[in-house]
């Protein structure tokens, strides 16, 4: 059973840039959420996709938009970078959107804006 | 607004003795809590879970404890062993909600001294 792996690990980008994560989510989960764990912080909820729809979203701007592919892998797009999007993206995958449900997460990609 | 919150951003704990770790959450909405565990360089990992129709629930050395009417949960970890050294994430989420957005609090890191 493969777990859930997130690309790049790590990226530089400079401001107003855009950036594509990529995340392939466990075998035999449906559903991918993405966080945003800024450095000090809990991770914090930006969305899910669910059946290669956004099945709700946290407090974050339009700029950050994702999809989620027939095969489940999901991948989270970031417009016109600020500073303040450096932080780790974590994706994580689970069997359904049930909130007892439990996330597995990958080991993240660390973006940083200069 | 910290709808979770771990107010001891770190705590050092003996071999063998009980780590207990601490979180509180505003949100009476919430009611299921879980805690996950984050090593240096990968994604958090799930420990042990609780729903708000239980107080108690135990996993090997693990339990959390939950006071609703305090809005508290707590993490025990007895005996404390090397391997537990990493960074402890309480978080909540509304289980009916339609999705798995996790509301995480900024974690405690614990450190197990041999």
């Known amino acids: 059973e493969t777990g859930v792996t997130q690309s790049p690990t790590h990226l530089i980008k400079t401001r107003g840039q855009q950036v594509t994560l990529r995340c392939s989510s466990q075998s035999g989960h449906n559903t991918v959420s993405w966080y945003q764990q800024a450095l000090g912080q809990g991770p914090q909820f930006i969305f899910q996709y669910y059946r290669e729809e956004e099945n709700g979203r946290g407090n974050f701007p339009p700029r950050f938009s994702g999809l989620q592919f027939p095969n489940y892998s999901s991948e989270l797009n970031v417009n016109a970078l600020e500073l303040d999007d450096s932080a780790l993206y974590l994706c994580a995958s689970s069997l359904g959107p049930s909130g007892a449900n439990v996330l597995t997460f990958g080991a993240g990609s660390r973006l940083t804006v200069l | 607004d910290q709808q979770v919150k771990q107010n001891s951003p770190s705590l050092s704990v003996q071999e063998g003795r009980i780590s207990i770790l601490n979180c509180d959450y505003t949100?009476?909405?919430?009611?299921?809590f879980l805690w996950y565990k984050k090593y240096p360089a990968e994604g958090p990992t799930f420990l042990i879970s609780?729903?708000?129709?239980?107080d108690k629930n135990e996993d090997g050395r693990f339990t959390v404890f939950l006071n609703k009417s305090a809005k508290h949960l707590s993490l025990h970890i007895v005996p404390s062993q090397p391997g537990d050294s990493a960074v402890y994430f309480c978080a909540a989420s509304q289980s009916n909600f339609g999705n798995e957005k996790l509301t995480f609090g900024t974690g405690t890191r614990l450190t197990i001294i041999p």
């Open positions: 949100n009476s909405m919430f009611d299921y």
């Open positions: 609780i729903s708000s129709i239980k």
